[in-house]
């Protein structure tokens, strides 16, 4: 009898974690901006990826899930993931931006040649800072520790 109630306690704790313990980014998407911004203006914060980046994938499982950053995302920006090689054509800023082909499956979104392109060369990933103008304001280009990123949202 003892077992099976510590194995349901356990069972509902495994199901009630997510919940309760993992912090969850409030993602929204370009199209959104324009009229969010009119509701309440904030700095946009935009994280440019790629499925294939391993530093996207590590920035994803820990910088963007650490409870403090999630915390002041959610709370005083507007948080953007944006996959560089995303085929949807988006209009932005007065603009339709399109995914471009370079070679048999790959190639880049314009969109994402627009936020992260720096001296002339996209990396990834890329934090891309928006006034609510949609003006760039900061662009940082490489892998961001929880620690850095709160610096720079401060």
Not at 29 to 55: A, G, H, M, P
Not at 74 to 103: L, V
Not at 125 to 154: D, M, R
Request: charged content about 20%.
């Amino acid at each position: 009898m003892i077992k099976l109630k510590f194995f349901i306690l356990l069972f509902v704790g495994f199901i009630l974690y997510p919940t309760f313990l993992v912090a969850q980014l409030k993602l929204i998407q370009f199209e959104q901006l324009d009229s969010l911004q009119k509701v309440e203006r904030r700095t946009v914060v935009i994280f440019i990826n790629t499925d294939w980046c391993n530093y996207c994938q590590a920035m994803k499982n820990t910088t963007l899930k650490n409870k403090k950053i999630v915390d002041q995302l959610n709370t005083n920006f507007y948080f953007i993931s944006f996959n560089a090689e995303e085929k949807r054509s988006i209009y932005f800023n007065g603009k339709t931006f399109t995914y471009k082909p370079t070679g048999f499956s790959t190639g880049t979104h314009q969109l994402a040649e627009q936020l992260a392109t720096v001296n002339k060369k996209i990396t990834y990933p890329t934090i891309c800072f928006l006034n609510a103008k949609n003006e760039i304001i900061f662009q940082k280009t490489e892998y961001i520790t929880s620690k850095e990123l709160e610096l720079y949202l401060k």
